[in-house]
């Protein structure tokens, strides 16, 4: 099988009243499920949410700016983070990857159980200009794609109808993911609006259409001819250096006595899991460095 890259497709359709927009992220949640060791409904949850973060960094203005996606729900999975950037690269984690659910009366992963259904959803936009901005949502169902139709109406005054899936296997393959965006632009007509509610009814198994046909299959069934397409990556901003910044920032004498009491010191990036190690002699070094 041909290695699957993640993609956002985007193109204007009905004659340029609406932006349509078609994500696959098959590999990207694929990477966040090997991570965070995610049971079937977390990556479900996390996949979701990293799928409507890349649709949101897709409009971010140049590489260097910047988004914060959170999930709070009251839910079993706890908080889910997601951040991403202009770059798309994006990374994130949940607050209890293992926690798990049986499947909900529809015979589905329970996404809502696991996000909650009651909470907030926030996203912080930081374009590298001033205060960034900060709009923020009440959870409407915690099955993701109702939550950001919510907040994209209610927060950024822009209707958006949002399909968002993940297909997975119980023991851990994501099959597929993606998601299908329909914004009416400013200026759109009634009608706009009411074919992307319409339309988006054809997509409660968008997921099972990425895995069978891929995002082409599914541009193909709005008519897009040449949408413009962008690659997205999991890619955290974590490194060894960085990591060894925190250890020089704990200062000498707290550094020296965690080592004594642990005999390693660890610094641990949520974000992608990762654990940088750091023993007596890479500690010596870095404050030796540092003089
Ligand atoms: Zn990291």
């Known amino acids: 099988m041909q290695e699957r890259v993640s993609n956002i497709y985007k193109e204007l359709i ?52 910047s988004l914060y996606v959170t999930l709070a729900g009251d839910g079993v999975g706890g908080k889910i983070s997601v951040s991403g950037d202009g770059a798309l690269h994006l990374r994130g984690n949940v607050q209890h990857p293992a926690a798990d659910l049986p499947l909900n009366g529809r015979g589905k992963l329970d996404v809502g159980g696991y996000v909650g259904r009651r909470g907030t959803l926030t996203v912080v936009r930081d374009d590298g200009e001033g205060i960034p901005f900060v709009g923020t949502s009440e959870l409407v169902s915690g099955e993701v794609a109702e939550d950001f139709s919510a907040y994209f109406l209610t927060s950024e005054q822009r209707p958006t109808a949002i399909a968002l899936g993940v297909l997975v296997t119980p023991d851990g393959t994501c099959l597929g993911a993606g998601g299908v965006f329909l914004q009416p632009l400013p200026g759109a007509g009634e009608e706009a609006i009411s074919f992307a509610e319409k339309k988006i009814g054809e997509f409660s198994d968008i997921s099972s259409r990425i895995a069978e046909e891929g995002a082409e299959g599914v541009l193909r069934r709005f008519g897009a001819g040449a949408p413009s397409v962008r690659g997205l990556e999991f890619r955290c901003r974590c490194s060894r250096e960085r990591a060894a910044n925190a250890v020089l920032s704990m200062g000498r004498e707290d550094a020296r006595a965690l080592l004594s009491e642990e005999g390693v010191i660890s610094v641990h990036c949520h974000d992608c899991n990762t654990d940088y190690l750091f023993d007596e002699k890479d500690v010596e070094e870095l404050f030796k460095s540092g003089e």
């Open 14 to 65: 009905l004659d340029g009243q609406i932006s349509l927009a078609v994500l696959d992220t098959t590999s990207l949640v694929q990477e966040a499920i090997v991570r965070h060791k995610l049971s079937p409904v977390a990556a479900a949850a996390l996949g979701r949410t990293m799928t409507a973060t890349a649709y949101l960094c897709s409009w971010l203005k140049g590489e260097e700016s």
